[in-house]
C-alpha cells in the first residue's frame, strides 16, 4: 500500500514538473516574440534618422537588422527600396517592393513607390495599374496626375491625358514644367493649337533656362504656325465626268406591260455628263469639349444626252459636337440638322428636312462603333397630281449601329453595320419596312498612298400593302418586294499642286435593284471620275 502511494506521488511530482517546463517555455517565446517586432522598430527609427543624414549604407544595415528579426516588417521593407534608390540599386529596390506589395498589396505607398521606380525604368505596363491604384485613393498624392498624363498621352489617350494633367498636383517646379508641357502636347493632339501654345508659354515661363526650354520652344513655335493656319472656313470643291448607263431609271426587259412601256417610251437610257459639288463650312463654337459647324453644300449634275434629268441640289446643315470620356473610351454625341431641296430637270422635284443624332464610342485604338438614328420628312412637289396611294410625301425613320475594325491609324478599315428604315409615306403604295445591310472595307498602298475602297449597301424593302396598280393583270393582289444591292468600287489618291491639297478619283457604282413587281426591276451603272480640291 505505501509503495502504491509512493510511486504515485512520483507521477504527481513529475507531472508538475512538466507542467511548469511547458508555461516556462510558453512566456519565453511570447517574450522573444514580442521582443523582435520591438527591437525591429528601434532599428527602423535608426534607419531614419541615418537616411536622413544621407548615411545610406548604415541606413540598410540597420533596416537589415530589423528584417532579420521582423522578416515581414513593411516600414522596414519600405524604406529599405528608398534607401536601395539613393545608392542606385534599383533592381534590389525594386525586388524589395515587390516583395513588400506582395505581402501588403492595398498599400498605397508601396504601389505609389514600385510605380514610379517601373516608370522611371520605362516599364510602363507595369507602372499603370499601380499607379492608377493610387489615383483611385488619393488623386491629389504629389506628381501622380502627371505619371497617370504622361502614360495616357503615350497610348494616344489625348483628353484622359488632359484631364490627369490638369488634376495633378506638381512637387517642383521641374514637375510644374513637365506637366504644362505635356497639357500642351495633349491640347495640340486635340487640334486646339491656341490652347496648347498657352500651356506651352506658361510651362516656358516656369523655367526658362531648363533643359526642356528648347523642345518647348520648338513646339511652341509648330504650334503658332499651326493656330495660323487654322482656320474657322474651309471648303471644298469637286469636279469630274462621269457615264451613267440609266439615267432615267428604265425598268428591266420583261414581259410585264407597264415595264414594257416605260422602255418604249424612254429609248435612250445612258449618257456620258459633268459633275460639279461645292461645300462651303465654318466653325462657329470649337472648345475642348463642344465644336459647333454651319455648312452648305451644292452639287449639280449635267447628262449631255438627257438634261431633263439634270439634278441640281441645295443642302444647307447645322450640326453640334460633344465629345467626352465613358471609362476612358472616348466618344463623340453629335445631332445635324439639315434641309435638301431638289431639282430634276430645271423643275422643283423633292424637298426634305432631316434630323440625325449619332453617338460614336472609340471603344480602342481598332474599334469605333457608331449609332445613327435618323428622321426625313419628306415632300415631293409634283404629288398632288397623282393619285392617293401614289403619294410619296411622308417620314422616314431610321436607326442602326455601324461597326469599323481599323488598322493603321485608320488606314485600312472593314466597315459592318445595320439599319432598319420605315417610310410612313401618305401613299399606301410607297409605305414599307426596310432593313440595310452595310459592309464595306479600305486598303491603303504602301507606295502612293493609293485607297482602294469598297463599299456595299444590301436593302431590303416589304410594302406593307398590296400595291393598288400592279400588277396590271391582278391589281390590289401583290405586297411589292425590293431587294437592292449597291456597289461601290473606288480608287483615290491625294496630291499636291503648288501647295494645294487635291483628290484623284475613279468610282465604280452599279445599283441592281430586284423587285416582284417588274416595273420597278432595274439596273445601273455609273463610272465617275473626279478631281477634288481642299481649301
Known sequence: ????????????????????????????????????????????????????????????????????????????????GLVYVALGRLPDAQAIWERALTLHPNDLDIAYQLGTLYFGQRQYDQAAPLLQQVYAAEPRRLNLGYYLGFLAYREKQYRRALEYLRANVPSDENYAQLTRFYA?????????????????????????????????????????????RERRFRGELRVGLFYDSNVPVVPNASSDLVAVILRQDQKRRGSEGELGALTLAYTWLKTLDWEGTVSYRFLQTYNNRLPNFNVQDHTPTLGITYRGLLRDMPYFARLQLAYDFIT?????????????????????????????????????????????????????????????????EGRHYIKTGYQFDYDATEGDNWRYAGHHFLFGAQYTLPWGGVRLRYDLDFHLRFHTHRHSL??????????????????????????????????????????????????????????????????
Request: hydrophobic share 45%; net charge negative.
Open 184 to 228: 500642351g502636347l495633349a491640347l495640340g493632339a486635340l487640334g486646339l493649337p491656341h490652347e496648347a501654345r498657352a500651356e506651352i508659354e506658361e510651362a516656358l515661363q516656369l523655367q526658362p533656362l531648363s533643359p526642356l526650354t528648347i523642345p518647348a520652344q520648338r513646339f511652341g513655335e509648330a504650334l503658332t504656325r499651326a493656330a495660323e
Open 1 to 80: 500500500m505505501e509503495d502504491r502511494m509512493r510511486q504515485r506521488g512520483v507521477v504527481i511530482f513529475t507531472g508538475y514538473l512538466w507542467l511548469y517546463a511547458a508555461i516556462w517555455l510558453m512566456a519565453t517565446y511570447s517574450m522573444a516574440s514580442a521582443q523582435a517586432p520591438t527591437e525591429a522598430v528601434v532599428y527602423v527609427d535608426r534607419a531614419l534618422l541615418a537616411y536622413e543624414a544621407q548615411q545610406y549604407e548604415q541606413a540598410l544595415h540597420e533596416l537589415q537588422e530589423a528584417l532579420r528579426l521582423d522578416p515581414d516588417n513593411l516600414e522596414a521593407l519600405y524604406y529599405q
Open 344 to 408: 430634276l430637270g430645271d423643275r422643283k422635284f423633292t424637298q426634305r428636312w432631316i434630323l440625325n443624332p449619332s453617338l460614336s464610342l472609340y471603344e480602342d485604338a481598332g474599334n469605333l462603333t457608331t449609332l445613327v438614328v435618323g428622321l426625313q420628312v419628306k415632300d415631293f412637289f409634283d404629288d398632288h397630281n397623282l393619285a392617293a396611294e401614289e403619294v410619296r410625301d411622308g417620314i422616314n425613320y431610321s436607326v442602326g449601329p455601324v461597326h469599323f475594325l481599323l488598322f493603321e
Open 470 to 535: 400592279l400588277p396590271v393583270t391582278a391589281p390590289g393582289t401583290v405586297h411589292r418586294r425590293d431587294r437592292e444591292a449597291i456597289h461601290l468600287f473606288s480608287i483615290a489618291k491625294d496630291v499636291e499642286w503648288r501647295a494645294q491639297p487635291l483628290t484623284i478619283a475613279l468610282e465604280y457604282l452599279i445599283d441592281d435593284n430586284y423587285s416582284n413587281l417588274d416595273a420597278y426591276d432595274y439596273d445601273r451603272q455609273v463610272v465617275t471620275t473626279s478631281l477634288t480640291w481642299r481649301f
